[in-house]
């Protein structure tokens, strides 16, 4: 195996990576941004539920969730067509329950005046939510929402475990084939290249908030 | 909105979450047959000592690196500050797998050349990179906690004539110590989650049984679900030990 052949392996994990972490905060964003405003919600049921889901997820390992998936869902009939699908859906409801404590807390952040107004304009609670107090939540979630995303793409090398050929996985598998370790060094320089800027990007935005809040 | 739930409330919703599971996935009870036999529990419970172990080490280990790391980068010389600013930066930006997947071929390969098989184990590797990472992250609680305290402790300790040194050590550390033991115990959390990372480079603790119990049992669903509630058990009891230390030490909103 070249040298070019390593930069080959470790390139395509490293677009596996970037495609697994988007994907992955999609789905994070989609369920996260549901249990946050449940969290919110006049039910008091739907309110626990949404406190316990979060609270479950933030207190157990990745691991665990992402085999559960890959090994533990075929048995109930579930069937992912691929490895990536099964870390897609495994990282996407862990990281939902820390996307939904950063919405809470936006959604907590909103005026109680501005959730007043909409509810005396007759909302009702998910037009109030989607309407009035979600837009100007938002800009408020985005630096912890970066934060969250860090530790996602972090997090993704624990698809490796699975057999999803990200950028770790591809590392081992060079590391395997040259018996030298060197790739494993290039590798945390392409993670580096992720994350670094993007927490540049979360500390800037943070200062640009407080300047303007 | 306010929305701060009560313990009760949010464990009802946790009760609520372990019931829909089984129900959503349609686990079954004889599947749960495992555990009902001690043997299973003192096999999974050994492995909890060992992941409460490595844990236990790396947190203690990682105060006097997290404390080298927070003096350096907040008044080392610059030829200290540099470089450990960018080591420590660089070490929370990696993943952990990698950073243990590394450390362990880099072990390995020097417990080989000395001839120590104790440095070649897994464990030595887990070990190690937990230690740097929680140190790292520490560390950048503890300057927080520094950089935190009024500006006066400092005035006030240099105009009664203390040095630097002494201001730091008797007046300014004992008062961060204070203020970083939350995130502390946060860290310790992270730590027990963290470990079962291990399992991938062979480090047989919590997660690492579970799958050896389910590969033999062929449920992988139940037991990890059992595990997951065990991890959720030890973490839930941490998180009000933090909210408890919060309070005790006042600095909390509520």
Same mark, same amino acid.
């Given at each position: 195996?070249?040298?070019?052949?390593?930069?080959?392996?470790?390139?395509?994990?490293?677009?596996?990576?970037?495609?697994?972490?988007?994907?992955?905060?999609?789905?994070?964003?989609?369920?996260?941004?549901?249990?946050?405003?449940?969290?919110?919600?006049?039910?008091?049921?739907?309110?626990?539920?949404?406190?316990?889901?979060?609270?479950?997820?933030?207190?157990?390992?990745?691991?665990?969730?992402?085999?559960?998936?890959?090994?533990?869902?075929?048995?109930?009939?579930?069937? +992912?067509? *691929?490895? %990536?699908?099964?870390? /897609?859906?495994?990282?996407?409801?862990?990281? &939902?329950?820390? @996307?939904? $404590?950063?919405?809470?807390?936006?959604?907590?952040?909103?005026?109680?005046?501005?959730?007043?107004?909409?509810?005396?304009?007759?909302?009702?609670?998910?037009?109030?939510?989607?309407?009035?107090?979600?837009?100007?939540?938002?800009?408020?979630?985005?630096?912890? +929402?970066? *934060?969250? %995303?860090?530790?996602? /793409?972090?997090?993704?090398?624990?698809?490796? &475990?699975?057999? @999803?050929? $990200?950028?770790?996985?591809?590392?081992?598998?060079?590391?395997?084939?040259?018996?030298?370790?060197?790739?494993?060094?290039?590798?945390?320089?392409?993670?580096?290249?992720?994350?670094?800027?993007?927490?540049?990007?979360?500390?800037?935005?943070?200062?640009?908030?407080?300047?303007?809040? | 909105?306010?929305?701060?739930?009560?313990?009760?409330?949010?464990?009802?919703?946790?009760?609520?979450?372990?019931?829909?599971?089984?129900?959503?996935?349609?686990?079954?009870?004889?599947?749960?047959?495992?555990?009902?036999?001690?043997?299973?529990?003192?096999?999974?419970?050994?492995?909890?000592?060992?992941?409460?172990?490595?844990?236990?080490?790396?947190?203690?280990?990682?105060?006097?690196?997290?404390?080298?790391?927070?003096?350096?980068?907040?008044?080392?010389?610059?030829?200290?500050?540099?470089?450990?600013?960018?080591?420590?930066?660089?070490?929370?930006?990696?993943?952990?797998?990698?950073?243990?997947?590394?450390?362990?071929?880099?072990?390995?390969?020097?417990?080989?050349?000395?001839?120590?098989?104790?440095?070649?184990?897994?464990?030595?590797?887990?070990?190690?990179?937990?230690?740097?990472?929680?140190?790292?992250?520490?560390?950048?609680?503890?300057?927080?906690?520094?950089?935190?305290?009024?500006?006066?402790?400092?005035?006030?300790?240099?105009?009664?004539?203390?040095?630097?040194?002494?201001?730091?050590?008797?007046?300014?550390?004992?008062?961060?110590?204070?203020?970083?033991?939350?995130?502390?115990?946060?860290?310790?959390?992270?730590?027990?989650?963290?470990?079962?990372?291990?399992?991938?480079?062979?480090?047989?603790?919590?997660?690492?049984?579970?799958?050896?119990?389910?590969?033999?049992?062929?449920?992988?669903?139940?037991?990890?679900?059992?595990?997951?509630?065990?991890?959720?058990?030890?973490?839930?009891?941490?998180?009000?030990?933090?909210?408890?230390?919060?309070?005790?030490?006042?600095?909390?909103?509520?």
């Amino acid at each position: 195996m070249s040298t070019a052949d390593v930069w080959h392996y470790l390139l395509l994990g490293l677009w596996t990576t970037l495609r697994l972490s988007l994907a992955s905060m999609g789905v994070a964003l989609a369920l996260g941004t549901l249990i946050g405003v449940l969290r919110v919600s006049p039910v008091p049921p739907l309110r626990w539920f949404a406190a316990g889901y979060v609270e479950f997820f933030r207190d157990i390992p990745l691991l665990p969730v992402l085999v559960f998936v890959y090994s533990g869902l075929p048995k109930a009939g579930i069937r +992912l067509p *691929t490895s %990536f699908d099964s870390a /897609v859906a495994g990282l996407g409801v862990y990281t &939902a329950a820390f @996307v939904a $404590e950063v919405v809470r807390a936006g959604l907590q952040s909103v005026h109680k005046g501005q959730i007043e107004a909409a509810l005396s304009l007759g909302m009702s609670f998910f037009q109030m939510i989607r309407l009035v107090v979600l837009p100007q939540a938002f800009r408020m979630m985005i630096p912890p +929402l970066g *934060t969250v %995303f860090i530790a996602l /793409v972090k997090n993704t090398s624990i698809a490796s &475990a699975i057999a @999803v050929e $990200e950028l770790l996985y591809q590392a081992e598998f060079v590391i395997g084939r040259t018996f030298a370790d060197w790739p494993m060094l290039i590798a945390f320089l392409l993670y580096l290249v992720i994350t670094v800027p993007l927490s540049g990007l979360v500390n800037f935005l943070e200062r640009r908030l407080r300047i303007l809040f | 909105m306010q929305v701060q739930e009560r313990p009760w409330q949010t464990l009802v919703g946790v009760g609520i979450v372990l019931l829909l599971l089984p129900l959503a996935f349609h686990m079954k009870a004889a599947r749960f047959a495992p555990f009902l036999e001690l043997s299973t529990w003192r096999f999974l419970f050994l492995g909890l000592l060992l992941t409460l172990e490595a844990s236990v080490i790396a947190i203690l280990g990682s105060i006097p690196l997290a404390l080298f790391f927070a003096l350096a980068r907040h008044s080392g010389p610059f030829w200290l500050r540099y470089p450990v600013i960018v080591l420590v930066e660089g070490i929370r930006a990696l993943p952990l797998l990698g950073l243990m997947f590394y450390l362990f071929l880099r072990l390995s390969a020097l417990g080989r050349a000395l001839g120590l098989a104790a440095v070649t184990r897994p464990d030595a590797a887990v070990i190690v990179a937990l230690w740097l990472y929680t140190g790292a992250v520490n560390g950048e609680a503890l300057r927080a906690a520094i950089l935190s305290l009024p500006r006066g402790q400092w005035e006030a300790a240099r105009s009664l004539g203390l040095t630097y040194g002494q201001a730091m050590r008797l007046v300014i550390l004992p008062q961060a110590f204070r203020r970083a033991l939350p995130p502390l115990v946060a860290q310790f959390a992270t730590l027990v989650k963290d470990t079962s990372l291990g399992a991938i480079i062979g480090f047989i603790e919590l997660y690492r049984r579970g799958v050896i119990i389910f590969q033999g049992e062929r449920n992988p669903m139940e037991t990890l679900y059992v595990v997951s509630v065990i991890y959720f058990f030890i973490n839930y009891a941490l998180g009000r030990l933090v909210d408890i230390l919060e309070r005790r030490l006042g600095f909390r909103r509520g």
